[in-house]
């Protein structure tokens, strides 16, 4: 039904603001930008000359990796979930760090217009409902964003594994046009 609020609760996974970002300091090939299907099982990135990562959980742009951390919990919810592995080379800390790039579920906008938005921030946005199925994640596409959505109870176990780096927010979905 159109305009109707989803029962099962929503809430988006992103990296906290308050940590610089991570992905603008990681030099990604050309081949993992355009998305998941291009990428090699395995890639390895390298942190830029001059630049310092602050190692978190999630990397958010350009390209979304999860620490394996993460990943392990994800995995006890979505244990199909394709995914490859990341890298990231720290020449001048003399370390490397494994991330997971993973084969998200995509789900589109369907009301764009309808979209709320607080303080620079999406809060509430229209989606076919019946596109998520059983799914515990999924990615909501919006203009050239990408949320990552999860389901409570996963959410709810990430929390309590005290990942660093990580923020959880409430998101709304609403029925959409079908």
């Known amino acids: 039904m159109k305009g109707e609020v989803s029962s099962v609760e929503y809430f988006i996974i992103e990296h906290d603001d308050r940590l610089d970002a991570a992905g603008g300091a990681i030099v990604f090939p050309e081949r993992m930008l355009k998305g998941f299907e291009h990428a090699e099982q395995q890639e390895i990135v390298h942190i830029k000359p001059g630049r310092e990562l602050v190692y978190s959980s999630i990397i958010e742009r350009p390209v979304l990796l999860v620490s394996n951390e993460m990943q392990a919990i994800i995995s006890q919810y979505e244990p199909e979930m394709a995914c490859k592995t990341v890298v990231v080379m720290d020449m001048t800390k003399n370390m490397q760090v494994h991330f997971s790039m993973m084969e998200l579920k995509e789900i589109p906008c369907t009301a764009p217009a309808e979209v709320v938005v607080e ?34 109870d996963l959410a709810e176990n990430l929390l309590r594994a005290g990942l660093y780096g990580l923020r959880v927010r409430r998101i709304l979905l609403k029925e959409g046009e079908e």
């Open 119 to 152: 303080k620079g921030r999406i809060e509430q946005l229209a989606i076919d409902k019946r596109l998520i199925g059983d799914s515990s994640m999924f990615k909501i596409t919006y203009y050239q964003s990408a949320l990552l959505v999860v389901r409570l």
